[in-house]
T-cell receptor, first 112, second 112 residues
């Protein structure tokens, strides 16, 4: 099993550009999550999904969008990138709510 | 009061000693508790999870949960330099929900 995979590993965006961060898991997990991690801060939940076709906002959803068309994939879309979106983004999955989460390797995004 | 609090450290221990990492949480109804290890520039990696009061052991790691006092701790026996990392505590405050609250982590340094 590859677990949770994310692409790209690094990306530099200019202000106003858009991009999609890819996330996939092969563990047949129902729940998937997107977090961002800023220096000295805890992980903040951006969006989550409880299954294909079902997504909902987390703590910090502004400026982001998600979709979940399959159990395996959970892409995160950034529209009109802003410097405040400079961060490390982690995708995670869990079998069910309250179960342990497994994290992907992360995407380091810089917006200049 | 933060929902999940950890001392940021660094906690320095000599090689071979026991490292004790602590985490307190504010929501008395919290059900699931997790410890993750995060090396610099890497993603969080699950170390242990605990749901019931008491101790849970896995190799050199022991998680301890005291719901009455609202704390969870992680003991690392026979600490090795490779254990040097940031340890994140995470709490699922309501059983069956998507929400995980992460602490900001304790940085552990094991001195050879």
């Amino acid at each position: 099993n590859a677990g949770v995979t994310q692409t790209p590993k690094f990306r530099i965006l200019k202000i106003g550009q858009s991009m999609t961060l890819q996330c996939a898991q092969d563990m047949n997990h129902n729940y998937m999550y997107w977090y961002r991690q800023d220096p000295g801060m805890g992980l903040k939940l951006i969006y989550y999904s409880v299954g294909a076709g079902i997504t909902d906002k987390g703590e910090v959803p502004n400026g982001y969008n998600v979709s979940r068309s399959t159990t395996e994939d959970f892409p995160l879309r950034l529209e009109l990138a802003a410097p405040s979106q400079t961060s490390v983004y982690f995708c995670a999955s869990s079998y069910s709510a309250g179960n342990e989460q497994y994290f992907g390797p992360g995407t380091r995004l810089t917006v200049t | 009061q933060k929902e999940v609090e950890q001392n940021s450290g660094p906690l320095s221990v000599p090689e071979g000693a026991i490292a004790s990492l602590n985490c307190t949480y504010s929501d008395r109804g919290s059900q699931s508790f997790f410890w993750y290890r995060q090396y610099s520039g890497k993603s969080p990696e699950l170390i242990m999870f605990i749901y019931s009061n008491g101790d849970k052991e896995d190799g050199r790691f022991t998680a301890q949960l005291n719901k009455a006092s609202q704390y969870v701790s992680l003991l690392i026996r026979d600490s090795q330099p490779s254990d040097s990392a940031t340890y994140l505590c995470a709490v699922n405050p309501l059983s069956g929900t998507y929400k995980y609250i992460f602490g900001t982590g304790t940085r552990l340094k094991v001195l050879a």
